[in-house]
């Protein structure tokens, strides 16, 4: 906290100074030239070369490498009379030249610091690459694994979805990366699972869901956000002022700039509500968008005060970049990769769904097969969205298990199966909607280890009853490989929990842990309640769920108005992480609340036999939810989940109206 305000300070006293910069600059740019600084291109569209030349350019996406970016760079400043640099953005997503594992795995680590760290190290190595802005982080939340998009987040939770939104941003913005939260908003709410497709939601869903992520990444001081392809409500997120003048900027004080997703401007007019780009172009600016991405819409906007605050605030954004008064990147700078903390962080992502008879950990000597269709791959390994990452420095799983002293010997002759299985990058990430997210079945002839490697959660309710042990490594990054085979043979011990819910079949989509109860809650004795005629009612991981090669054991779970604490032991005989999660649930309120949601959480370290207490201290928008007069605290009982314990929890009084 103490961090965030002294960054504040300096940044407010650095702020009024390029202030005046910014106003002597304005006052002299023409209607094209403020333009040109709203506009962004990619190095190879037509429009760029004679718009760079005249200095016409606000922003480049895509250009990698730091002589590539000084070249574009050279080329905006001979060409604009003001001497403007360009904000030279990409996609880093969860890595840049070392990749770590995709944001829904690092979600699954529960470690802020993990993705903080992760952000940092793909910061300092984008920064070496001339890169000032990162698309990143995408902090939808995602409760429909049909939406390959899913991998790029932190899941279903929007407790956990921001802390890693703020653990993000932090890490970026500290190495001098602008970071970007993106896709504003509720993006992840796509219907049917299909990319692009509408967002429709009560105001109260989006509020409590959707936005807080976003909120947190602002809260953080993130430099940037991105509007999103979709509608909310019937309004395209692209010319939403409700979103993006209200809430962002009216009751969050957002002061940074938003830039549209790729042609999301000129897509208005597929949305159907604008019928030429200079109609769209107005809308998304009237909106609250500050810069047009690849479609250069924007340079049809006339003249108006909208204009000009637009262009302060991307000035204002490049002098926090640096690019002013340092434009150029070193083109000798080389950073190794950061192989040790991509692995650890990988080692921390891995989620044991299940381990029958404790077929894990693998004692080394076992002969052991390995097989499946993603077993060598390394390529995939990297997940959808990989910047400079190369398969070529990348481990895969069997590259991996040998590394770490396997006995890999034939299929006849193993006494145990290493299946890795699951989708391919293609399958996952942008525009990659699935119908179907079931994992094809194999036949299991022997003791079997099934290793996913996914993007979504994938339905596998076949494997969860006939393969003894299943581990979820989703896509891992450069180190992912040995990270696996430290997980398979027990020189680490598991300690990721799902940040999303594991479906049996495609059909039970959307399932997720904070539902609304029913009148009718399901009951298999009653035909005339909430279920399935054909598959069970409940999931076939739930939220929140991973194995440990050690046992933890819950105790002595205490109240103190809002402070909540528990004793937390290793009762079994390995060294290992747990993740103490606290739920809660509002009893009877004026509006229903969801059976459960995730209000807090801790990673602890235990020996075997060590206990910790774990305190978490709840606040009165903890417990708040969204009405028409906004947030509002209840009193009245709440339910109060620590690991296996449960108890109650009283709000007394009103507490003091809070304007969050
Ligand atoms: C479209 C994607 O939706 C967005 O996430 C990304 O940052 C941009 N393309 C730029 O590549």
């Known amino acids: 906290m103490q961090r965030i305000a002294v960054a504040l300070l300096l940044f407010t006293f650095a702020a009024r100074a390029d202030d005046a910069r910014i106003e002597a600059l304005l006052r002299q740019m023409t209607l094209e030239e403020k333009l040109g600084q709203l506009s962004q291109y990619v190095p190879d569209q037509p429009e760029m070369k004679p718009a760079l030349e005249k200095g016409l350019v606000g922003s480049v996406l895509g250009a990698v490498d730091a002589k590539r970016v000084n070249e574009l760079q050279r080329?905006?400043?001979?060409?604009?009379?003001?001497?403007?640099?360009?904000?030279?953005?990409?996609?880093?997503?969860?890595?840049?030249?070392?990749?770590?594992?995709?944001?829904?795995?690092?979600?699954?680590?529960?470690?802020?610091?993990?993705?903080?760290?992760?952000?940092?190290?793909a910061a300092r190595e984008a920064r070496a690459s001339g890169i000032r802005w990162t698309f990143a982080p995408m902090v939808d939340i995602a409760r429909d694994p049909r939406w390959g998009r899913i991998a790029e987040g932190a899941g279903e939770d929007p407790h956990l979805g921001s802390a890693m939104a703020a653990a993000y941003v932090r890490g970026f913005q500290g190495e001098g990366l602008l970071a970007c939260a993106k896709h504003f908003a509720a993006y992840g709410g796509a219907e049917g699972g299909r990319d692009y497709a509408r967002a429709d939601m009560s105001e109260a869903t989006l509020r409590e869901v959707y936005l807080p992520p976003f909120q947190a990444a602002v809260d953080a001081g993130v430099a940037s956000l991105m509007s999103a392809f979709n509608t909310v409500g019937n309004v395209p997120a692209t010319a939403n002022a409700h979103l993006m003048r209200d809430i962002l900027r009216g009751e969050w004080g957002f002061k940074g700039f938003v830039v549209s997703d790729w042609a999301a401007v000129a897509e208005l007019m597929n949305h159907g509500i604008a019928a030429t780009k200079k109609e769209a172009a107005t809308k998304a600016l009237a909106a609250g968008v500050d810069m047009a991405m690849t479609d250069a819409t924007f340079m049809e906007l006339d003249t108006s005060p909208l204009v000009d605050e637009a262009v302060r605030r991307v000035l204002r954004a490049k002098f926090a970049a640096g690019v002013f008064d340092d434009p150029f990147a070193d083109e000798s700078r080389v950073l190794p990769l950061a192989r040790a903390e991509a692995r650890r962080i990988a080692q921390r992502s891995i989620v044991l769904l299940k381990n029958e008879g404790s077929l894990l950990p693998l004692a080394k000597s076992k002969k052991i097969a390995v097989t499946g269709p993603l077993a060598a791959s390394k390529a995939n390994m990297l997940g959808p969205w990989a910047s400079e990452g190369k398969p070529e420095e990348t481990v895969s799983v069997i590259e991996g298990l040998r590394a770490a002293g396997a006995n890999i010997v034939p299929e006849e002759e193993a006494e145990i199966i290493v299946a890795v299985v699951g989708e391919t990058r293609e399958q996952s990430g942008e525009a990659a909607s699935r119908a179907s997210i079931e994992l094809p079945p194999f036949e299991v002839r022997k003791p079997t280890v099934m290793v996913v490697l996914s993007g979504r959660p994938l339905a596998m309710a076949w494997a969860a009853e006939r393969v003894p042990a299943i581990v979820q490594a989703w896509f891992l990054g450069t180190e992912g490989g040995n990270a696996i085979a430290d997980v398979l043979f027990g020189d680490v011990n598991p300690s990721g929990k799902l940040p999303v819910t594991f479906p049996r079949v495609t059909g039970q989509v959307p399932v997720y842990h904070a539902q609304l109860p029913t009148g009718r809650p399901a009951n298999p004795e009653s035909k005339w309640t909430s279920k399935y005629l054909d598959v069970a009612i409940e999931p076939l991981f739930p939220f929140g769920h991973g194995l440990s090669y050690t046992t933890f054991a819950y105790a002595n779970l205490k109240v103190d108005g809002l402070?909540?604490?528990?004793?937390?032991?290793?009762?079994?005989?390995?060294?290992?992480?747990?993740?103490?999660?606290?739920?809660?649930?509002?009893?009877?309120?004026?509006?229903?609340?969801?059976?459960?949601?995730?209000?807090?959480?801790?990673?602890?370290?235990?020996?075997?036999?060590?206990?910790?207490?774990?305190?978490?201290?709840?606040?009165?928008?903890?417990?708040?939810?969204?009405?028409?007069k906004g947030w509002v605290t209840e009193p009245g009982k709440f339910q109060v989940w620590v690991g296996t314990l449960m108890s109650e929890l009283e709000v007394t009084s009103p507490p003091a109206a809070d304007r969050r």
């Open 75 to 121: 080329a905006a400043l001979a060409g604009s009379r003001l001497k403007i640099p360009l904000l030279p953005g990409h996609d880093v997503i969860h890595g840049h030249r070392t990749i770590f594992p995709i944001p829904l795995a690092i979600a699954s680590s529960w470690d802020v610091d993990a993705a903080e760290l992760s952000a940092r190290i």
């Open 563 to 628: 402070t909540v604490s528990a004793d937390v032991r290793n009762s079994g005989k390995r060294e290992g992480d747990e993740v103490v999660q606290l739920y809660v649930r509002d009893v009877v309120a004026s509006v229903s609340r969801p059976v459960k949601e995730l209000k807090g959480f801790r990673r602890v370290a235990l020996r075997p036999g060590e206990t910790k207490r774990v305190t978490f201290t709840l606040t009165p928008r903890d417990l708040a939810f969204w009405t028409e």
